[in-house]
């Protein structure tokens, strides 16, 4: 039972961070970019926009739901992670810990578990859909 708990805080503390640290970059590199872009379409939009449903308000709000959700997905990541390492049999430490981490980030970087193969796309009734990588 004690190694459950150990388990889950780990979980959770990581998650917490890594979603923190990655909320942070994401806010003074990225939202910049959403607003200018959302700017512009505004002033260069000849159609009318219809009800759009709810949006979070300016600033606070907008805020705060952005970086609930990125450190919800930061402990989601870190809870499959730790899945992996508890499924390896291995002690868990600090090498398998960076060595997990580092191949789980560089499968979701590549793409790789969300490409549409090309038979699957030409039947598809959205052709021109682009992965995360960029290929397509």
């Known amino acids: 039972m ?4 150990k388990l ?17 970059v994401q806010h003074f590199t990225v939202i910049p970019l959403i607003q200018a872009a959302e700017t512009y379409e505004a002033a260069h939009s000849d159609a009318p926009h219809g009800d759009e449903g709810w949006q979070p308000a300016e600033r606070w709000e907008r805020t705060f739901f952005t970086a609930l959700t990125t450190v919800l997905t ?8 730790f899945v992996v390492m508890a ?3 291995e002690t868990i430490n600090t090498r398998l810990g960076c060595g997990v ?3 789980g980030f ?10 549409i193969t090309a038979a699957t796309s030409a039947s598809a009734p959205w052709p021109n859909v682009v992965g995360p990588s960029g290929n397509g």
Not at 8 to 21: E, R, T
Not at 107 to 115: D, I
């Open 106 to 115: 560089c499968l979701f970087q590549s793409g790789a578990g969300s490409r």
């Open 74 to 81: 930061g402990i989601g990541f870190a809870a499959m992670l």
């Open 87 to 89: 499924l390896a049999g």
């Open 101 to 103: 981490g580092t191949s």
């Open 8 to 24: 889950m805080l780990a979980v959770f503390g990581s998650g917490a961070l890594a979603g923190f640290v990655l909320f942070s």
């Open 2 to 5: 004690w190694l459950w708990v």
